[in-house]
């Protein structure tokens, strides 16, 4: 094969990135541990997970402030003291407090490769937020035959939005818990997998710290 | 590459050793005790402590589960920094929001 011809092959192969990471690896990169290097000597997936979970304060930072702003402002339908079943939510707080024991759990196993108990926990944390999301939708629903809909008053506005977004986040861990467990049963990733379970646990506990605030400021203290 | 330099990448490593499983299922004891403290504040009459205890509980438990099992409390200073800048600007847009409404409508 003639030197052009060479070239040309060589060429049609070239990646950009690949000289990046070349570059990167020998000269100004510093070892994550986990096999890939990044100018930080940190792993960018933990750094933009930590980075997602800050903005994810603000978020519900805003929704946590616009509930205590308006929990007061009842003109019409029932009062929260009327339809709060304390006793069913206390259950639905603990229920998801000690998935994020399971969680943990989870990701010790990961980080010790056994695969088998990792997906056991992953599968008992998925169960325990579908327990949570289930009650939830019993929640809303017995409220709403109480005459609380969203648009009733301020206070369920705020109430059903504040609440249906962590349902929400919820219910998306509980897609992620079921997704990487299907992958690992697969063997389908990529990459360093006790790393991704604790990604996915970091996002899971960030919601439980949530329901910590919610539980207290919106069930334990009345309107 | 000299000792100082090793140790701190080895902070940085993502496989630095986390909880062991029986400090999870202890702190996840405490936490469960904390909770039920928090809901016995509906059955039985705290007083003027009802607020205060409630409010401590709460920051306690969120603490709690940031430091431990989130294991932020042995994470680099910048995965501190991105997280706490955002609890804190929440925080921030709390009061504003609180200000803006009590005292400047």
């Given at each position: ?16 990135l690949d000289d990046v990471a070349v570059l990167t690896s020998h000269d100004t990169g510093h ?146 818990l079921l997704s990487l467990r299907g992958i690992i049963s697969a063997n389908k990733d990529t ?33 | ?31 469960a005790a904390m909770t039920a403290l928090e809901v016995s504040t509906y059955y039985v009459d ?60």
């Amino acid at each position: 094969m003639t030197h052009r011809c060479l070239v040309a092959k060589k060429r049609k192969s070239w990646h950009p990135l690949d000289d990046v990471a070349v570059l990167t690896s020998h000269d100004t990169g510093h070892d994550t541990g986990n096999g890939h290097s990044t100018s930080t000597g940190l792993s960018n997936n933990k750094m933009a997970m930590w980075l997602f979970l800050g903005s994810e304060c603000l978020l519900f930072g805003g929704l946590i402030s616009t509930y205590m702003l308006y929990r007061g402002r009842i003109t019409q339908g029932p009062r929260p003291s009327q339809i709060f079943d304390i006793p069913f939510t206390s259950v639905s707080s603990f229920v998801l407090l000690m998935s994020s024991l399971t969680m943990v759990l989870a990701v010790t196993s990961a980080q010790r490769k056994d695969n088998e108990r990792t997906k056991l926990w992953l599968t008992i944390t998925a169960l325990l937020g579908a327990t949570f999301v289930g009650g939830q939708v019993y929640e809303f629903t017995a409220f709403y035959n109480e005459g609380l809909g969203f648009t009733t008053n301020l206070f369920s506005s705020s109430f059903y939005t504040l609440t249906g977004f962590h349902g929400v986040h919820v219910t998306v861990g509980v897609i992620m818990l079921l997704s990487l467990r299907g992958i690992i049963s697969a063997n389908k990733d990529t990459g360093d997998r006790a790393e991704v379970v604790e990604l996915i646990g970091l996002y899971w506990h960030f919601v439980d710290i949530v329901w910590i605030i919610i539980f207290t400021l919106v069930y334990l203290i009345p309107a | 590459m000299n000792a100082t330099a090793t140790d701190t990448h080895e902070q940085h490593d993502s496989h630095a050793p986390g909880l062991s499983d029986a400090t999870a299922i202890k702190i996840a004891l405490i936490l469960a005790a904390m909770t039920a403290l928090e809901v016995s504040t509906y059955y039985v009459d705290f007083g003027a402590f009802f607020m205060p205890v409630l409010m401590v509980l709460m920051v306690v438990k969120f603490f709690t589960v940031v430091s431990y099992f989130m294991h932020l409390k042995f994470e680099h200073q910048m995965f501190k920094l991105l997280f706490y800048t955002g609890l804190g600007l929440a925080l921030f847009v709390y009061f504003v929001a609180l200000a803006t409404f009590k005292f400047f409508s």
